[in-house]
């Protein structure tokens, strides 16, 4: 069974360049022709953990893996972690720092976006080791638009 | 070998394509490739943004439009304004432009402000009540560049329902000159003719109507660019000698507000539409980088974007024939002079929204059918297999091989459309078959041939 796989680097603090590695994914879905839905979805939630890591994680790297009914996002930091899952899922808690919040980030609506949007989510963290988030979208989803 | 080559919207010239591959980057379609080094080919569709033309500095590409020959002569002529034109001139005001015009002989000249103004009106009130409807997705994005919304058709179906669904400016004026103008030349039996004044590369010649039936009164684009000249001289001899003229028949025949001018320039479609969440965007690469985020769900706070695929706005059109800063400068001029004005008052405007006048004949949906998925789906192997060749091509973008850059390459030797050979660095002649990962582009050629 053929599948695709694919990884990007993310620099912690590189406002710049973040986002990139979702536009990537978003155009090689598109070339695939998938449900335009589809394809917001996974752009939303990458996008959402690709900036998570930029501003409170370490450097990090976002994998990509396209199988024949799925893709599985998996992205990685070393950063310093999250104390309690669960707190930070709840919608509006955030610790973003005020330079995060100037350029609009820091709703707190993060991580529940990516469970809404996502089939299947799975935060790990080790406190001041690393955090993993891996999300996975069923080509014949369940879900509805985001 | 055709010499001439034409889309809707852009003519290549072969012959005086010297395969220096700057055209190919630009453009936002990726349609262009270089075959045999110096034989353009469009091998997807193309959305009109011009950026090719301003790319190429051999002259090879050009609009497809053509200077206007015998205005008048046979045809009553009606000149639909875009305000574009009267940033091309620091001296003269709108209404020595539209005078110009006149002389140069349009039996007709409509200037755009009161569709504008009428158009920022129901704009604005589709915004306020989307608030309570929630008919739309936030953010709207405005209709007014063709550009934008072909480019939205192509690249991002999921923004279409964005697209804000009231009736562009120009479809107004069009509207008003076919419903008030037309008719009563139409019962003397004369033939009318009308020629939309464009900074945008349109389509020379439009024969058939939205819905496809052929229009009965032809309908031409002019470049602002192949007017200029001779609307110069005129408008010269105007401002000196004054001369009288008459024959004005409707109000929006002569202009003496700025508010048309200011449209021209990048912001100013929001400026005058009391929308407080709203941004301007102008230039393609920006336009697509917001429209990128948008997809991926940013930007919901805001009401409404204002984009153009032109940077600086329309005034910075391709076939605008003074520079955009030019242009812009004497914009603020004519605002210092004139200033804005109100001329429709709103009472009346809410009556024809609420009659239905401002809404699109066809939802912005039915473009997909011209612009969407053009080519047949990648198949997971194929995409498979497109990654394999990247990792062997040397990665530079150098555009040699007649294609935009080095994915498109992969992507088009894998459906078929071109040969791994044509990639200049895998030839057995060339040792540095891969850059090294740490001096990516350090010898990469100027340009590709
Ligand atoms: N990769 C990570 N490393 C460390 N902490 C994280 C990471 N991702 C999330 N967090 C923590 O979880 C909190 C909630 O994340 P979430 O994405 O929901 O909101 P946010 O990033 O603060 O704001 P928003 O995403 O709305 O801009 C963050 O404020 C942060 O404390
Ligand atoms: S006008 Fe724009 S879309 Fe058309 S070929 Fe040129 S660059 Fe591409
Ligand atoms: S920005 Fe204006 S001039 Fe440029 S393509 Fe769009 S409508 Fe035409
Ligand atoms: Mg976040």
Known sequence: ?146 | MRPEYTTCYVRFHEERCTGCAECLKVCPTRAIRIRNRTSIRLVDLCIGCGACIRACAAGAISAATRPPQQIGNGHVAIALVSPVLYAQFPTAMPKDVLLGLRHMGFRHTIDMSIFLEMFQFAAAEFIRRNRETGEAPWPLISPVCPAVVRLIAFQFPALLAHVLPVLRPVALMAREVKERIIPSYEAQGRQVALYYLNPCPTMEQERFGPDGTPLRHPEISIGINDLYPDLNQRIDTILTEVPPFSETHFEYETCATANAALVAMSGGEIASMRIEKSMAVHGLRDTVAYLQKIEMGLFQEVEYFEFRTCREGCLGGVLSAVDKYMARSNVQRMLHLHGLGRRVPGNTILRLYDKGRFKPDKSPLTLTRFFGDRKPALSLEQMVRIEKILDTVAGWGCGACGAPDCPTFAEDVVRGEAELGDCQWLHPSRPCMKATPDEPGRSSPESGL
């Open chain 1, 1 to 146: 069974m053929a599948s695709l796989k694919k990884f990007f680097f993310i620099k912690a603090r590189d406002f710049v360049h973040a986002g990139e590695a979702s536009i990537h994914i978003q155009s090689l879905l598109k070339s695939m022709h998938w449900d335009p839905v589809l394809i917001r979805r996974v752009a939303i939630c990458s996008y959402e953990g690709e900036m998570n890591v930029v501003i409170h994680g370490g450097d990090g790297v976002l994998n990509l893996s396209i199988e024949n009914d799925r893709l599985i996002i998996e992205i990685i930091d070393d950063g310093p972690g999250i104390q309690d899952i669960s707190l930070a899922m709840q919608p509006g808690y955030s610790t973003a720092s005020d330079e995060a919040r100037e350029m609009g980030f820091g709703a707190g609506m993060g991580l529940p976006n990516m469970k809404k949007n996502a089939d299947d989510i799975q935060i790990e963290s080790e406190p001041g080791i690393r955090t993993r988030a891996s999300m996975t979208f069923l080509l014949e989803s369940p879900k509805e638009t985001p």
